[in-house]
């Protein structure tokens, strides 16, 4: 299996699945239906833990199984499951009318891939494209349009859930950008970011069933009461 | 061991409150617990200013002198606030403000959410100032939101729901740009330190190689960190959140907000300016800044001339002050890094006052709308009127009162710079605001006497403020020798001196 | 002659002149028009009747009703040793020039306007106001004439504008002391209270101006505010005729340069009264609020003579 | 003798702030707080007043540096013979105004507010005293603004009425745009000079040209006018100085605008080198616009506190036609007769600081006894306060410019300042000097007749009103108080000519000449215009003839006046059932022939309505409104501030509660940022 050892076929690997996630960020803008999402969302999350693994076996960078393992119980298992609860809990089903419609979106979801790609090409170096710290570096580009994606899907979406699943998908691009630049953050801060993230989720989700037994719907654009 | 302490004891101070079964105990737990925290936070900062610095576990947790001084005054911010919130939220008692919940919490359930989250809210920003890790400071700073979040939600009306909501939200991708540019330095550093460990993202390791950083990393770097970080600050345009949020929370919370996490922020911020203008020069870092602070500046205007309630013109203020920091930074040099510490020092201190204010005002009127106040709170208000008053006038710079001092400082620098434009338009704005402030709020405390039943009879609020205006007020005179040293060292600090 | 004589002497001269041009005036435009008018030396026998009589106060008037016949009759006779008379050194040149004359002038017909006012009637507030009024509007083309004046002789002394003439004696053709005169004269028009800007022998209520104010004065009082008002005329006469025209004045204070001077001035003055007569009796009385369109062209006028100073 | 005027001058700050503190601690008690309050204040005072001579006859040039506990800030005072002669002014009228106010302030009148008032005034003259005397910016700038602040605490003292609360507001305001204006000017002489002293600002004169000189130029124009009260920045003035209590209206009229005039004195004589010639003519323009205008206004106002105001604003406009021919003198190159106009200007700033600060203790005797400003009210006051009336007509003579007092010396060096300045030049700018005398000369007429009014109108004749009647003199302070500045608008007047060679410091300092040698002749009894030729008046030998001269009225007495008796008989009242206050011409029946005159100014309208039941020509009822255009209000101010509010209420749709909206600006900061970062 002399491929396994081939940091070539791991560069390739990466961007497949980079690619795959970056699919998976656009699909999600298209999609209305919450249960729909959150699974694309585990999805994405599921393959990013794939490319940390990868990341970590071609680099022989072991705390990257670490983190790779984190992402998937967390953002593959354990916050889609807590989401879909709550989603069933308040009975929503789709977005009925995003903030800007769906072809628009997948539109604007192209330009930022763009701004993605050229913000992402001023760091290409030539010089050290071939050594294998450049490795899925060429990610980084992925990285800053999921992040700029899940911005704008926060933008557009009117239901609280989710701005919430926008804000996790955007924090995926984060992290991709972390494990595809500098194989990860330092350990302990890793483990800090993640325990941010699960309170940040749990935090996130007792306001979005207040909001919702406050104000009897998910849609945030009722909450302007608070003006000038 | 210090370190260890100044962290320990909150945390201990929190857990101790969940814990407590009444009011009396979970009030004298964190009048105590932050009371030896003050004191801890003058020894740390005495001794910084001996050794000029102080680490513990292998540099772990690290204090210079800048976070020896945003760890005082978080310390000071934390204790006026717990002397204040007893006799406030007593008041609310009074007042039936927690039966009243949209919940129906009952009220000994609503205090403990106060008193236990609060010390998790101080360690946190603690943690910020004592962190020498930039990761772990980020990890830091979001805490200080999720601590927060159901502090702002507090009293669960509809409007604090959609406050927190906002506070939140916005404060989430702030600080998700935040851990961008985090990375990002890393990356950049990554290069040159070809390191993998912690110490990677140790500032004090950082600074010394700061100038072989990947350059264009460094600016993007930058430029996330600036928004992210100044999200968290309510620097213009990512302040939407603080009006709300400020109007909302409780008054003792929404001073802390005011004095306490924007500090934390900009700490956050000026580590990352050091590092920025350490690589690239002054011109880049001191360009965004210049905008970024003329425009929150700017924003603040329009508010803060028209305006329906006066917790949220406090809001204003703050934002108009997190401007004239970041333009005490823009402007740069010794002179502009010391201005805008000086700035912080005393917006610290004067702002809780202003909220306090505010805060016996709303609870005498049971509103923060200026259309509903008849004025004259002069009258029933014989203490928080007059003082409500000189705080307008010390917050918006009118001197004696000390903010004059470092808005002039800041002025001197600007003015010693490149460009005369932004000090100028600066003053200008600084002038409208002032306009603002003194129309609302002379109308709100002079005037005939309306006849409302006379307050400012709770010790704890009366004695909270008085003292604090004295402090104020002593300011403008004398700034204690030791203080001024500590501020000056912090200065070298941000000038990028170790 | 020591200064005291000299000013004893021109005093006395003022105040025996003063009465007789109020005098020769009246006899003059009664013979205008046609009349034959009182005998010039009419107004001093109504001095002397005036000193002799009882004197009426209104009860509702305070010491400063009673102040005021001094201060006007007092203001007036220090103005008159200011100005140079027969000879170019007036006695008290030295105390005040122009300037000083001016505001002595007003001095004296302030105390007036609050004398019309302590009365209490409506004449007198009427008089006062439209009295300041007037003079009010009337001061900048004064001032603009008599600084055309000030500059040409480089000093507001009336002496030495006096004494600059000389050598120069074809200087009143000049077209800015020409000018200048011609916004004097308005002025001296407007301030000693004739037709068209006033009437002094009208007593109806509506167009009357110097005379409401002094109506509740009787006796001496009335005596000396009668004085004192020829006095100042007397006073804005020799103003007008002295440094415009400073023909004959005698150099120093001798008999023979006095009589001549004495001489020159007499008949200057019936020239100036004669051009009063001319205006009083081709003119109609002006409505009020006419009288500051007058006052407009003499300040034009002065300050013709002005900008003519620059140009030639 | 630096120690000496440094010891009182030290001593009468102590006095000021012991008197603050005093005062504000024995709050509760009134009767107490007054003592103090006042006591202090003209202890205070004194020691000023001894320094300040001190400092002016021994031509001292002291300086102390006493570090503050404060970042950058230095306490530091330089008594100079500029800072000594306004410290004296202000010196006179505080202590004058301490005498007034112990009758004035009634303790029983209410407990609380005597102590605030106390301690207010005395921390308005401890830093007036620093204003004058400050020699850096920084510390200037502080003590500017704490001045600014204790007047505003002083205007907004009578709180509870809506208009007060207004002009205190209006006050700060335009008082802070000003100090925002100082700020710039020194910030940009700062960085000229690198340093914040004044000495500095002064030694860096000579590279101050072009650009920067006209800045610097019009901001301190601007920032100090504001406070001086010129137009059009004047409108806070007529609302806020009657707003006070009367002897705080006497302090601000007379000595707090007076800082402005300082202000300019120093910034345009030391800081600003050798001006350019419109920077000059500027000045003078502005003076003699805000003289006349001032005056015009003034007439129009039948308050007593708001007339005065008004005046306030006319006697600035003389002060400016003084330094404004002064500044061009220096450009021309004639240092004596600048001098000369400094002198004008400087000495008219005395006077009127005196007058004026008598008319508003005057008024304020009016407004004690009667509880009215408004002279449709007043009337028949002179023989129920007789001591008062005499006090306020001196001062009505002195502000009208009436020899031989005091405001006719300094006038009269105006005049002939601007006489001299025809000669200076060939350019055509020489016809403005004496045009800005002719209208000068207007001015000064139309302020006698303002005065003929305020003065007729309230004390002479029947009162007008049920409280009229019932007033009562004053008490011994209040009328010692005004008995004291009479006493001085009658000295400065009557012995102008020993009071010269004060000057002589002053114009060393600021031009570098004395002339003080040759402005007197005759032996100290004649003023002269620089050379005995020029032009002289003698105040005193006036004042003398004027005794002299009695002798003809009492000769003519003793003639003719013997056989006549005095008769005191009712006015005649045209046949008419008895004369009544009715009858009397009213204030703004006296000011109707100017409003006619003046009509294009004033825009006056007028409505009437008549009431009537069979015929309008037999009308039950008459209700007659008349108002007059305020235009900087109605054109500029308003409009401005207008616009300004709707645009921020416009832009208030930033925060329209749309967390969308929110999220969108921090994304669009971010794309546009990120390509900005990127960019080659």
């Known amino acids: 299996m002399y491929f396994f050892e081939d940091p070539q076929f791991g560069n390739r690997m990466i961007t497949l699945m980079a690619a795959f996630v970056l699919v998976l960020q656009i699909a999600m803008v298209g999609q209305r239906w919450l249960v729909t999402n959150i699974r694309v969302f585990a999805a994405q999350s599921f393959l990013l833990a794939g490319i940390a693994n990868t990341i970590a076996y071609f680099n022989h960078a072991p705390h990257l199984y670490i983190a790779a393992f984190l992402t998937f119980s967390l953002k593959a298992v354990v916050l889609p499951v807590v989401l879909e609860r709550l989603v069933k809990r308040v009975d929503i089903g789709q977005e009925i009318a995003p903030i800007v419609n769906v072809p628009l979106s997948l539109l604007i979801s192209g330009g930022l891939t763009t701004v993605g790609y050229v913000v992402a090409a001023s760091f290409h170096h030539p010089e050290d494209t071939a050594s294998p710290a450049s490795l899925g570096r060429n990610t980084l580009a992925v990285a800053v349009s ?83 | 061991m210090l370190l260890f302490a100044l962290l320990a004891i909150p945390l201990a101070a929190g857990a101790l409150s969940f814990a407590a079964r009444n009011r009396r105990a979970m009030e004298a737990i964190n009048l105590a617990a932050f009371a030896v925290l003050f004191l801890l936070a003058a020894d740390l900062a005495w001794q910084v200013l001996h050794t000029r610095s102080v680490q513990l576990w292998n540099g772990f947790l690290a204090a210079d002198s800048l976070s020896a001084l945003v760890v005082l005054l978080t310390a000071f911010v934390a204790l006026v606030c717990s002397i204040y919130a007893v006799g406030y939220f007593r008041e609310d008692e009074r007042n039936h403000v927690f039966e009243a919940n949209v919940r129906g919490a009952a009220t000994i359930s609503s205090l403990r959410k106060y008193y236990s989250l609060t010390p998790l809210f101080v360690f946190a920003m603690l943690l910020v100032a004592l962190a020498n890790n930039l990761g772990v400071m980020w990890v830091a700073i979001e805490a200080t939101t999720l601590a927060s979040v159901f502090l702002i939600s507090f009293y669960g009306r509809a409007t604090s729901i959609e406050a927190a909501w906002k506070y939140a939200m916005i404060g989430g991708v702030g600080l998700s740009m935040a851990l961008f540019g985090t990375i990002l330095t890393y990356y950049s550093a990554h290069n040159v330190l070809e390191t993998e460990t912690l110490a990677g993202l140790n500032w004090s390791v950082l600074v010394v190689n700061a100038q072989q950083f990947d350059k264009t990393t460094m600016k993007l770097a930058f430029i996330l960190i600036l928004l992210g970080y100044g999200t968290k600050a309510g620097i213009a345009p990512m302040h939407t959140w603080k009006p709300d949020a400020y109007s909302e929370a409780p008054v003792p919370v929404a001073a802390m907000l005011a004095a306490a996490v924007l500090n934390c922020a900009l700490y956050g911020l000026i580590r990352f300016y050091v590092l920025t203008t350490r690589c690239l020069g002054p011109e880049f870092a001191s360009q965004l800044l210049i905008i970024f602070g003329l425009l929150s500046v700017g924003v603040a205007v329009p508010f803060v001339l028209v305006q329906k309630s006066f917790r949220r013109l406090l809001a204003y203020s703050s934002i108009d002050h997190g401007g004239i920091m970041i333009l005490g930074l823009a402007f740069g040099g010794a002179l502009g890094a010391l201005g805008m510490l000086l700035h912080l020092t005393f917006h610290s201190i004067t702002k809780p ?24 709170l002069i009258h029933s208000m014989p203490v928080s009127g007059p003082i409500f008053l000189m705080a307008t006038l010390a917050v918006t710079g009118i001197p004696p009162f000390s903010m004059f001092q470092s808005e002039f400082t800041i002025l001197r620098a600007g003015f010693g710079g490149p460009l005369l434009w932004p000090p100028i338009l600066l003053i200008v704005l600084l002038v409208a605001i002032f306009i603002g402030f003194l129309v609302h709020i002379a109308r709100l405390v002079l005037g005939a006497d309306p006849g409302l039943p006379p307050s400012d009879s709770c010790p704890w609020k009366k004695y909270s403020l008085i003292g604090l205006a004295s402090v104020v007020v002593i300011l403008g005179f004398w700034l204690p020798g030791p203080l001024f040293e500590l501020i000056r060292n912090a200065a070298r600090v941000v000038g990028g001196e170790r | ?102 505001y002595l002038l007003a001095l004296g017909r302030f105390f007036l306007a609050l004398g019309g006012l302590d009365t209490g009637t409506s004449f007198g507030g009427l008089g006062s106001s439209r009295e300041m009024t007037i003079s009010a509007i009337a001061e900048p083309a004064m001032m603009v004439a008599i600084f055309t004046v000030a500059i040409a002789a480089n000093s507001t002394n009336l002496s030495e504008v006096a004494k600059s003439a000389v050598g120069q004696s074809w200087r009143f053709l000049a077209p800015s002391q020409m000018l200048a005169f011609g916004a004097l004269f308005i002025v001296l028009i407007a301030e000693t209270g004739r037709i068209p800007v006033d009437n002094p022998a009208t007593h109806l209520e509506l167009t009357m101006i110097h005379e409401a104010m002094i109506l509740e004065y009787s006796g001496p009082y009335l005596a000396l505010i009668e004085w004192g008002a020829s006095m100042k005329q007397l006073v804005l006469m020799t103003l007008l005729v002295n440094t415009f025209v400073p023909f004959g004045l005698s150099p120093g204070w001798n008999i023979s340069g006095i009589a001549t001077g004495l001489g020159f001035y007499l008949l200057k003055l019936l020239i100036i009264c004669c051009l009063i007569v001319l205006v009083e009796t081709t003119n109609a009385k002006m409505r009020l609020f006419r009288v500051p369109e007058l006052l407009a062209v003499a300040f034009i006028l002065g300050a013709l003579a002005l900008i003519s100073t620059f140009l030639f | 003798m630096n120690a000496l005027a440094g010891t009182f001058f030290f001593g009468g700050l102590l006095a000021y702030a012991v008197g603050a503190i005093a005062s504000l601690a024995t709050g509760r008690s ?123 605490c002083l205007i907004t003292f009578e709180h509870r009425l809506e208009t007060t609360r207004r002009a205190g507001v209006l006050f700060f305001v335009m008082s802070h745009a000003g100090t925002g204006c100082l700020l710039i000017g020194f910030l940009l002489l700062n960085s000229l000079s690198g340093s914040l002293d004044f000495s500095s600002f ?149 006077n009127h600081a005196v007058f004026k600060c008598l008319l508003f203790l005057g008024a304020g005797s009016v407004l004690h006894a009667t509880h009215t400003r408004n002279m449709e009210k007043l009337g028949g006051l002179i023989r129920r306060m007789p001591q008062t009336a005499l006090f306020f007509l001196i001062g009505a003579i002195a502000i009208s410019g009436l020899p031989p007092l005091n405001g006719f010396v300094s006038e009269w060096f105006t ?55 019932n007033a009562q003199e004053c008490g011994l302070p209040m009328l010692t108080g005004m008995g004291l500045l009479a006493g001085i608008c009658v000295a400065l007047g009557l012995g102008a000519t020993w009071f010269l060679p004060v000057f002589d410091g002053i114009t060393q300092q600021l031009i570098g000449v004395r002339m003080s040698g040759e402005l007197v002749a005759a032996g100290g009894w004649v003023l002269t215009s620089g050379s005995a030729r020029g032009g002289t008046v003698s105040t005193a030998g006036i004042a003398a003839m004027f005794v002299v001269l009695s002798a003809v009225p009492a000769l003519l007495w003793l003639l003719w006046g013997r056989k006549g008796h005095r008769h005191v008989e009712p006015t005649w009242d045209c046949g008419l059932p008895g004369l009544t206050a009715e009858n009397e011409y009213t204030a703004f029946a006296f000011s109707k022939p100017l409003r006619m005159i003046f009509a294009a100014l004033y825009q006056p309208r007028r409505e009437i309505q008549a009431e009537y039941e069979v015929s309008p020509y037999y009308p039950t009822a008459i209700r007659f409104d008349s108002e007059i255009e305020s235009p900087f209000e109605e054109r500029l101010y308003g409009p401005f501030q207008k616009k300004i509010l709707e645009i921020a209420t416009w832009m208030r749709g930033i925060q329209a509660g749309s967390i969308h909206a929110y999220l969108a600006y921090i994304f669009v900061t971010l794309i546009v940022l990120l390509l900005f970062g990127v960019r080659p």
């Open chain 2, 353 to 376: 006052l202003l909220f306090f204010c505010a805060g016996n005002v709303e609870q005498h009127l049971k509103t923060d709308l200026f259309r509903r106040a008849k004025g004259g």
């Open chain 4, 202 to 350: 002064a030694a860096a004169s000579p590279k101050l040209t072009g650009a920067w000189q006209s800045a610097v130029f019009l901001l301190f124009l601007a920032g100090f006018g504001v406070k001086a009260g010129v137009i059009p920045l004047h409108i806070w003035l007529p609302e806020a100085h009657p707003a006070a209590p009367s002897n705080i209206s006497a302090l601000m009229s007379g000595i707090v605008i007076k800082t402005g005039i300082y202000g300019l004195a120093r910034v345009l004589f030391e800081f600003l080198g050798v001006p350019p010639l419109w920077a000059g003519t500027f000045v003078l323009a502005a003076g003699v616009v805000s003289a006349l205008l001032g005056v015009l206004y003034a007439l129009m106002e039948h308050d007593l506190k708001r007339l005065l105001a008004y005046h306030s604003i006319e006697n600035i406009g003389i002060i400016l036609i003084g330094f404004g021919a002064a500044l061009m003198f220096i450009t021309l190159g004639h240092p004596s007769l600048a001098a000369i106009a400094l002198i004008a200007g400087l000495f008219h700033t005395l």
């Open chain 3, 1 to 102: 002659m020591s200064v005291v004589l000299q000013a004893l002497a021109q005093l006395a001269f003022f105040l025996i002149i003063s009465p007789l041009v109020t005098g020769v005036i009246r006899t003059m435009k009664a013979r205008f028009q046609t009349r034959r008018g009182p005998s010039i030396w009419q107004p001093y026998l109504d001095l002397h009747k005036l000193l002799q009589k009882d004197m009426i106060i209104p009860d509702t008037a305070s010491w400063l009703f009673s102040a005021t016949p001094y201060v006007v009759f007092l203001t007036a006779a220090i103005v008159s040793l200011m100005i140079p008379m027969v000879a170019t050194e007036a006695p008290l040149s030295l105390f005040g020039g122009v300037l000083a004359v001016v």
């Open chain 1, 146 to 228: 999921l992040f700029l994606i899940g911005f704008f899907m926060m933008i557009s979406r009117r239901k609280a859930i989710m701005q919430v699943l926008a804000l996790l998908s955007l924090e995926n691009g984060l992290f991709l950008a972390a494990i595809s630049l500098t194989y990860g953050m330092p350990l302990i801060v890793e483990l800090g970011i993640f325990f941010d993230l699960l309170v940040a989720v749990m935090v996130l989700g007792i306001l979005v069933y207040r909001i919702q037994e406050t104000f009897d719907s998910m849609d945030v654009t009722k909450l302007s009461r608070l003006r000038g």
């Open chain 4, 415 to 469: 005049y002939q300042a601007l006489l001299a300045g025809f000669g200076t030049t060939d350019k055509l700018t020489r016809v403005l000097f004496p045009v800005a005398g002719s209208l000068l000369a207007l001015t000064a007429a139309l302020a006698a007749t303002c005065f003929v009014k305020a003065f007729g109108i309230t004390f002479l004749a029947l009162p007008r009103s049920q409280e009229a009647d």
């Open chain 4, 30 to 152: 009134g009767r107490l707080a007054r003592v103090f309050g006042c006591g202090f204040a003209l202890t205070g005072a004194l020691l000023e007043t001894i320094s300040s001579c001190v400092a002016l006859l021994a031509a001292s040039d002291a300086h102390w540096e006493i570090p503050a506990g404060v970042p950058f800030l230095i306490y530091s005072f330089r008594l100079d013979a500029l800072s000594a002669y306004f410290n004296l002014i202000l010196s006179l009228l505080a202590a004058a105004i301490s005498i007034y106010s112990f009758g004035y302030l009634h303790p029983s009148d209410d407990k609380k507010t005597t102590g605030f008032l106390g301690f207010f005034y005395n921390l308005s003259l401890l830093s007036l005293t620093a204003v004058f005397t400050a020699s850096n910016a920084f510390f200037f700038l502080i003590a500017w603004e704490v001045m600014a602040l204790s007047a505003y």
